[in-house]
């Protein structure tokens, strides 16, 4: 395991090799260093304690954790103990290499084989950029094997939550969850969760998928007088929102949520039109970025 600091003249991040995960993102200001992401808890966190983490070669879930393409039958295994469906790819679990860093870049790559858990075979790279116009993710999936299939992006961010957080997030469509952390229907959005305005984070469960966002989100913090920007290259078309509960997690606090810009629905493989999946030959390269810019916030 590496870990590797960025830092820009106001900003700084903190990215370990195992997981591919980024373990910190902080604006330093005069009156402290606020943070951007949730802070991980020390440098050997794992995924599901950091501050963000990649999806790919997808985001989410298989139902029953197999699909078909073009004729074939695929399936998949679970990858955590706790969950029967494999989750979020291999990427948050793997070790990545360092390729190349510079005082304010940082690029990670890893390869992932095709086995009894996953069908898929692909290269993946990640680069991060820390400049003082705030930090842009880029992510990359190439598929090394010898089958057509389709292929997905995603982050996993988590981000500070305090009482007065608000989460502005335009979207289309909302999608219901069913047993198994599945997606259902999709539905017109529910008032508690229509952040087409600023609106603070709902005191219940959310594991929900938002169909055609944006691709721009906003996230304020006025205890800290201060905004974060994400903005997405349009191949970002959904994104997920989770805020948990103690009766998945006796330790939560309310101190963070999740919103997860994804290129495609969850489950995709098993729609029509595969929820935006992209397909990719033999050799082909799916990529994009996400970029998060803090400023201060006043209250108006």
């Not at 029953?64 to 990427?91: I, M, V």
């Not at 101190?255 to 995709?268: I, N, T, W």
């Amino acid at each position: 395991m590496t870990v590797v600091d960025l830092s820009s003249e106001k900003l700084s991040a903190r990215i370990s090799t195992k997981g591919g995960i980024v373990l910190g993102f902080w604006w330093g200001r005069d009156e402290g260093r606020v943070p951007l992401l949730r802070e991980a808890p020390g440098d050997d966190a794992g995924a599901l304690a950091s501050g963000c983490y990649p999806l790919v070669p997808f985001g989410n879930r298989v139902r029953d954790n197999r699909f078909s393409f073009r004729g074939r039958d695929y399936h998949f295994q679970a990858n955590t103990a706790w969950d029967r469906h494999y989750l979020h790819g291999e990427g948050w679990q793997a070790d990545w290499t360092v390729a190349q860093k510079t005082a304010g870049s940082l690029d990670l790559s890893f390869n992932n084989a095709a086995s009894q858990k996953t069908p898929y075979s692909y290269a993946a790279t990640q680069r991060f950029v820390l400049q003082d116009d705030g930090f842009t993710l880029t992510l990359s999936v190439t598929n090394n094997g010898e089958d057509v299939l389709p292929f997905g992006l995603g982050w996993h961010p988590y981000f500070p939550m305090t009482p007065k957080t608000t989460l502005l997030a335009p979207a289309r469509k909302y999608w219901t969850e069913v047993d198994g952390w599945l997606p259902g229907e999709a539905t017109d959005i529910p008032a508690d969760v229509d952040f087409s305005d600023p609106l603070g984070l709902p005191h219940r469960w959310v594991n929900n998928g938002f169909e055609d966002w944006c691709g721009e989100a906003q996230i304020v913090w006025p205890e800290r007088n201060a905004r974060l920007s994400l903005t997405a290259d349009p191949l970002f078309r959904h994104a997920f929102v989770f805020v948990s509960d103690t009766s998945f997690d006796p330790a939560f606090q309310r101190d963070y949520f999740c919103f997860e810009p994804m290129s495609h629905l969850a489950d995709g493989h098993n729609m029509p039109g595969l929820g935006d999946l992209t397909v990719l030959e033999p050799g082909e390269t799916l990529m994009g970025s996400i970029h998060m810019k803090p400023s201060a916030w006043v209250d108006q």
